[in-house]
Protein backbone atom coordinates (compact mmCIF):
# COMPACT_ATOMS: atom_id res chain seq x y z
CA UNK A 1 0.00 0.00 0.00
CA UNK A 2 1.47 3.41 -1.33
CA UNK A 3 -0.50 5.96 1.34
CA UNK A 4 -3.80 3.69 1.45
CA UNK A 5 -3.52 3.07 -2.56
CA UNK A 6 -2.74 0.26 -3.70
CA UNK A 7 0.52 -0.09 -5.48
CA UNK A 8 2.34 -2.96 -7.55
CA UNK A 9 5.40 -3.03 -8.40
CA UNK A 10 8.08 -5.95 -10.05
CA UNK A 11 11.81 -5.49 -10.32
CA UNK A 12 14.68 -7.78 -11.35
CA UNK A 13 17.39 -5.71 -9.24
CA UNK A 14 20.22 -7.49 -11.43
CA UNK A 15 20.00 -7.81 -15.04
CA UNK A 16 23.64 -8.30 -17.21
CA UNK A 17 23.11 -5.02 -19.53
CA UNK A 18 25.34 -5.23 -22.86
CA UNK A 19 24.88 -3.15 -26.20
CA UNK A 20 26.33 -0.23 -27.84
CA UNK A 21 26.18 3.57 -27.24
CA UNK A 22 26.59 5.97 -29.29
CA UNK A 23 27.22 9.66 -28.35
CA UNK A 24 28.82 12.53 -30.73
CA UNK A 25 28.87 10.34 -33.66
CA UNK A 26 31.28 7.43 -32.22
CA UNK A 27 29.92 4.19 -31.02
CA UNK A 28 31.03 2.24 -27.96
CA UNK A 29 30.56 -1.22 -26.69
CA UNK A 30 29.03 -1.44 -23.37
CA UNK A 31 28.04 -3.92 -20.82
CA UNK A 32 27.52 -3.68 -16.89
CA UNK A 33 24.37 -4.49 -14.57
CA UNK A 34 21.15 -2.68 -14.75
CA UNK A 35 18.08 -2.79 -12.00
CA UNK A 36 14.94 -2.90 -13.75
CA UNK A 37 11.42 -2.25 -12.51
CA UNK A 38 8.01 -1.45 -12.94
CA UNK A 39 5.47 0.34 -10.64
CA UNK A 40 1.73 0.60 -11.44
CA UNK A 41 -1.55 1.45 -9.25
CA UNK A 42 -3.04 4.46 -8.01
CA UNK A 43 -0.92 7.08 -6.61
CA UNK A 44 -2.33 9.95 -4.93
CA UNK A 45 -0.86 12.87 -6.52
CA UNK A 46 -3.52 15.70 -5.32
CA UNK A 47 -2.02 15.74 -2.45
CA UNK A 48 1.04 18.55 -2.26
CA UNK A 49 2.16 16.83 0.86
CA UNK A 50 3.38 13.43 -0.83
CA UNK A 51 6.75 12.48 -1.30
CA UNK A 52 8.31 9.01 -1.19
CA UNK A 53 12.31 7.84 -1.28
CA UNK A 54 13.58 4.56 -3.10
CA UNK A 55 17.24 3.41 -2.49
CA UNK A 56 17.98 0.22 -4.22
CA UNK A 57 21.18 -1.58 -1.89
CA UNK A 58 23.29 -3.94 -2.98
CA UNK A 59 24.98 -5.88 0.03
CA UNK A 60 28.91 -7.77 -0.08
CA UNK A 61 26.48 -10.85 0.42
CA UNK A 62 24.76 -10.44 -2.63
CA UNK A 63 21.23 -9.63 -1.22
CA UNK A 64 19.39 -6.63 -2.78
CA UNK A 65 17.27 -4.27 -0.40
CA UNK A 66 14.58 -2.05 -2.25
CA UNK A 67 13.76 0.35 0.45
CA UNK A 68 10.79 2.73 0.74
CA UNK A 69 9.68 5.48 2.61
CA UNK A 70 6.15 7.15 1.17
CA UNK A 71 4.55 10.09 3.15
CA UNK A 72 1.76 12.42 2.71
CA UNK A 73 -0.12 14.30 5.53
CA UNK A 74 -2.17 11.65 6.57
CA UNK A 75 0.30 8.49 6.63
CA UNK A 76 4.04 7.07 6.45
CA UNK A 77 4.43 3.72 5.04
CA UNK A 78 7.87 2.15 5.34
CA UNK A 79 9.32 -1.02 4.52
CA UNK A 80 12.40 -2.96 2.62
CA UNK A 81 12.38 -6.24 0.56
CA UNK A 82 15.01 -8.29 0.62
CA UNK A 83 15.90 -10.20 -2.29
CA UNK A 84 18.27 -13.19 -1.90
CA UNK A 85 20.30 -14.66 -4.06
CA UNK A 86 18.56 -17.70 -4.57
CA UNK A 87 15.27 -15.77 -5.52
CA UNK A 88 13.90 -15.95 -1.94
CA UNK A 89 12.52 -12.84 -0.52
CA UNK A 90 12.03 -11.32 2.61
CA UNK A 91 9.84 -7.94 3.86
CA UNK A 92 10.67 -6.07 6.90
CA UNK A 93 9.62 -2.55 8.26
CA UNK A 94 11.94 0.10 8.32
CA UNK A 95 11.72 3.19 10.70
CA UNK A 96 10.57 5.79 8.81
CA UNK A 97 13.19 7.18 6.36
CA UNK A 98 11.77 10.80 6.86
CA UNK A 99 12.80 10.59 10.75
CA UNK A 100 15.99 9.75 9.71
CA UNK A 101 16.90 12.40 6.97
CA UNK A 102 19.91 14.56 8.34
CA UNK A 103 21.26 16.47 4.95
CA UNK A 104 19.00 18.49 2.51
CA UNK A 105 19.57 19.82 -1.16
CA UNK A 106 16.97 22.72 -2.46
CA UNK A 107 17.15 22.70 -6.26
CA UNK A 108 17.36 26.28 -7.91
CA UNK A 109 15.28 25.13 -10.59
CA UNK A 110 11.94 23.96 -9.08
CA UNK A 111 12.92 24.91 -5.44
CA UNK A 112 11.91 21.99 -4.13
CA UNK A 113 13.82 20.36 -0.59
CA UNK A 114 15.46 17.03 -1.40
CA UNK A 115 17.29 14.62 1.00
CA UNK A 116 20.93 13.82 0.61
CA UNK A 117 21.25 11.94 3.97
CA UNK A 118 19.76 9.37 5.43
CA UNK A 119 20.06 6.83 9.02
CA UNK A 120 18.03 4.14 7.74
CA UNK A 121 17.20 1.11 10.83
CA UNK A 122 15.65 -1.92 9.74
CA UNK A 123 15.67 -3.67 13.78
CA UNK A 124 14.47 -6.88 12.45
CA UNK A 125 17.36 -7.81 10.14
CA UNK A 126 19.32 -6.03 12.70
CA UNK A 127 20.45 -3.29 10.06
CA UNK A 128 21.69 0.05 10.65
CA UNK A 129 22.70 1.99 7.80
CA UNK A 130 24.21 5.98 7.37
CA UNK A 131 23.62 6.41 3.36
CA UNK A 132 24.85 9.78 1.82
CA UNK A 133 24.34 10.94 -1.85
CA UNK A 134 28.26 10.94 -3.66
CA UNK A 135 28.92 13.31 -6.51
CA UNK A 136 26.95 16.85 -7.21
CA UNK A 137 23.87 17.32 -4.90
CA UNK A 138 22.42 18.64 -8.08
CA UNK A 139 20.97 15.34 -9.56
CA UNK A 140 17.42 16.27 -9.87
CA UNK A 141 15.62 15.71 -13.13
CA UNK A 142 13.10 18.98 -13.70
CA UNK A 143 10.26 19.28 -16.75
CA UNK A 144 8.75 22.66 -17.81
CA UNK A 145 6.17 22.46 -15.19
CA UNK A 146 8.50 22.50 -12.46
CA UNK A 147 7.99 18.96 -11.04
CA UNK A 148 10.84 16.82 -10.21
CA UNK A 149 12.36 13.98 -9.51
CA UNK A 150 16.09 13.38 -7.44
CA UNK A 151 17.91 10.54 -9.13
CA UNK A 152 21.30 10.31 -7.92
CA UNK A 153 24.34 7.47 -6.94
CA UNK A 154 25.26 7.10 -3.36
CA UNK A 155 27.43 5.09 -1.17
CA UNK A 156 26.21 3.10 2.36
CA UNK A 157 28.16 2.16 5.65
CA UNK A 158 27.67 0.48 8.90
CA UNK A 159 25.84 -2.96 9.54
CA UNK A 160 23.54 -5.20 7.91
CA UNK A 161 22.34 -8.41 9.97
CA UNK A 162 25.23 -7.43 12.61
CA UNK A 163 28.29 -7.19 10.56
CA UNK A 164 29.51 -4.34 8.82
CA UNK A 165 29.03 -3.24 5.44
CA UNK A 166 30.33 -0.74 2.72
CA UNK A 167 29.19 -0.25 -0.48
CA UNK A 168 27.35 2.02 -3.36
CA UNK A 169 23.48 2.30 -4.06
CA UNK A 170 21.26 4.67 -5.71
CA UNK A 171 18.29 6.87 -4.55
CA UNK A 172 14.93 8.17 -6.34
CA UNK A 173 12.66 10.97 -4.41
CA UNK A 174 9.65 12.53 -5.66
CA UNK A 175 8.17 15.75 -4.01
CA UNK A 176 8.99 18.36 -1.43
CA UNK A 177 11.19 17.41 1.69
CA UNK A 178 10.76 20.73 3.26
CA UNK A 179 6.50 19.70 4.32
Known amino acids: MLLGDTQCEFALPSMRTSGTLTLNGKTQKISGESWLDRQWGETPVDDPTMRWTWMSVRLPNNDTLALW ?38 SAKTGKTYATG ?61 H
Not at 76 to 89: F, I, K, Q, R
Not at 121 to 144: C, W
Not at 170 to 177: F, H, I, K, L, S
Open 118 to 178: WHVEIPSLKTRLTVRVNGPEDQEAADKAGDGVYEAPAVYTRVYEGKKVTGTNYTEQVGDWR
Open 69 to 106: DAVNSKSENSWATVLHPDGSYDLAAVKPLAGGVDRTWT
